[in-house]
């Protein structure tokens, strides 16, 4: 049962369409779920399709949203988006970033500048972006928050470069916006999501290394702790929620393992 826990609050979901795959990937995820829970979505995605999907998805449910078209990776997309908002709906509550690629990545003598250019642009870069045109709105408004989707990569040991140190700056730039903006009344969070059974997770990686897609998910729950079994969509929108939500007012600065134990096995 939904209790309005975002009752009329303005949230924008950066990444709210998906991969085409059989679950539903953190960004659908978290814009359905806050859309039952009262809020109005502005959804962005760099496919707008995708984006319309999710819209139409909330629209069945009696939510309320609208699908907008950015790269945000692009300065004048993430100003266009802010303001887009604010024309929607008066103001920006929440903003969500949760664009991620990981595709190309290699070990540091293998990895090309270009992959590292995409995937620093992608993943990092897109939340300064998108966070440098919210802030000066949530800064007027004297309050709002952001959630930053960082992965436990950035903590875990892996063989994917550019991805790891992509997420760890994601990391860094959530303590660095949290700090400087608590006087506004702005809260900024980090989630690190661990291994996910999502389309960008499953269908992504199964094509890229050509290994059966039942194969690619019996290994990665093997690697879980907690019940030997991955985590979803909603386990990342779930946390997002009580982010985003009045229930956690007094938390900023924080990063969130959202992975069934694996940052717990570090050391």
């Known amino acids: 049962m939904m209790t309005g826990r975002l009752a009329d609050k303005a949230a924008i979901v950066v990444g709210a369409g998906q991969t085409p795959g059989e679950t539903i990937g953190n960004g659908r995820a978290t814009a359905l779920l806050f859309a039952r829970e009262g809020a109005r979505v502005m959804l962005v995605d760099r496919r707008l399709d995708s984006a319309q999907e999710t819209a139409e998805m909330i629209k069945a449910e009696g939510g309320e949203s609208f699908a907008f078209e950015a790269d945000v990776t692009r300065e004048d997309d993430c100003r266009a988006l802010s303001a887009a908002c604010v024309e929607q709906y008066g103001r920006i509550d929440v903003l969500q970033n949760n664009v991620g690629i990981g595709g190309g990545d290699a070990g540091p003598t293998r990895l090309t500048e270009e992959t590292w250019d995409r995937i620093m642009d992608t993943n990092l870069k897109s939340v300064f972006l998108t966070c440098k045109h919210v802030l000066p709105v949530m800064r007027e408004q004297q309050g709002g928050c952001i959630t930053n989707i960082s992965s436990v990569a950035a903590v875990c040991s892996v063989g994917i470069v550019a991805y790891k140190t992509s997420k760890a700056g994601v990391n860094a730039y959530t303590h660095a916006l949290a700090t ?26 199964s094509q890229a290394r050509g290994i059966d897609r039942e194969e690619l998910i019996r290994q990665r729950d093997a690697q879980v702790p907690l019940r030997g079994k991955m985590g979803s969509g909603w386990d990342v929108a779930y946390a997002s929620l009580f982010l985003a939500s009045d229930e956690a007012g007094f938390i900023t600065g924080a990063i969130l393992p959202v992975d069934g134990g694996q940052a717990a096995r570090i050391g």
């Open 180 to 205: 400087g903006n608590a006087r506004y009344g702005i809260r900024v969070n980090c989630i690190m999501p661990g291994l996910m059974n999502t389309p960008m997770a499953i269908e992504g990686i």
